[in-house]
């Protein structure tokens, strides 16, 4: 008997070793009875395809994943619908939403970088949501008034007004989260974030953001190959939107 629990003790460690740089991943999807989730990393040279995942009748799901540093992986419903998350070892992640509209309806518990992702995605579907009634408002105003009419002219100044407002209140969300976050990979999503197809921020009109990112992630995780990454993209750009360093560096001080 004791050689017997001997084993088993030995197997339960062995067990736990194995699973101490991973995270989990689980979660329950409406409209996700026996459906097949797809996950991939993305790395810094791109997404690269990992597993498939079935859900049972209920579409619940379970998933572990090995991570040998901090990176993103895309959880897709779709080819084009798919959520980011941000893991660390021995996180685990809880999931729920609508797998027909996963972007739009998931929420996630059980880690901080893939809670901010969240956060991110959900103030990006808001200003999507913006859009497209900024857009339905000035089709409808342009069928009722004429495109060439007055009036047609003057709902549009209106329509471009609110569309300048939430463009900047875009602008101001992704900034402030990067400058709260700062040292965080979920900063590197933020800089990519778009708004009606348009960088919000964009290099060559706010490049000390990038700088930002930059000197947060080197001083948290300077050895990621994200962080190793972006870092090369920043010097390439600096030769084309940036200042010098040195000049950058007095800007952040306050000088």
Same mark, same amino acid.
């Given at each position: 008997m004791k050689r017997i629990a001997f084993i088993l003790v030995g197997l339960f460690l062995c067990v736990a070793c194995g699973h101490k740089d991973s995270f989990t991943l689980e979660g329950t999807l409406q409209n996700g009875a026996n459906r097949t989730l797809y996950i991939e990393e993305l790395t810094p040279d791109g997404p690269v395809f990992l597993d498939s995942i079935k859900m049972d009748n209920d579409g619940h799901f379970e998933y572990r994943h090995d991570l040998s540093y901090e990176t993103f992986f895309n959880l897709h419903s779709s080819a084009v619908d798919y959520v980011v998350l941000l893991p660390r070892v021995g996180e685990h992640i809880v999931i729920t939403g609508d797998c027909k509209s996963l972007q739009w309806s998931y @929420? !996630?518990?059980?880690? /901080?970088?893939s809670t901010l992702l969240w956060q991110l995605q959900d103030y990006s579907n808001y200003g999507i949501d913006v859009l497209t009634e900024l857009v339905q408002k000035d089709q409808a105003n342009r069928s009722q008034y004429g %495109?060439?009419? &007055? /009036?047609?002219?003057? %709902? &549009? /100044? %209106?329509?471009?007004? !609110?569309?300048? /407002?939430a463009a900047q209140e875009q602008v101001d969300y992704v900034a402030h989260f990067i400058q709260e976050h700062q040292g965080s990979l979920a900063t590197l999503i933020a800089l990519y974030k778009q708004?009606? @197809?348009h960088d919000i921020i964009a290099p060559e009109v706010n490049f000390d953001y990038y700088e930002l990112v930059l000197e947060g992630l080197e001083e948290s995780q300077p050895d990621n190959p994200h962080t190793i990454h972006f870092k090369n993209r920043v010097e390439n750009l600096r030769h084309r939107y940036g200042k010098p360093k040195e000049a950058l560096d007095m800007v952040f001080d306050g000088q």
């Open positions: @929420q !996630v518990s059980g880690s /901080e970088g %495109a060439d009419s &007055k /009036e047609y002219k003057k %709902a &549009k /100044e %209106a329509t471009d007004s !609110v569309y300048r /407002e708004f009606n @197809q």
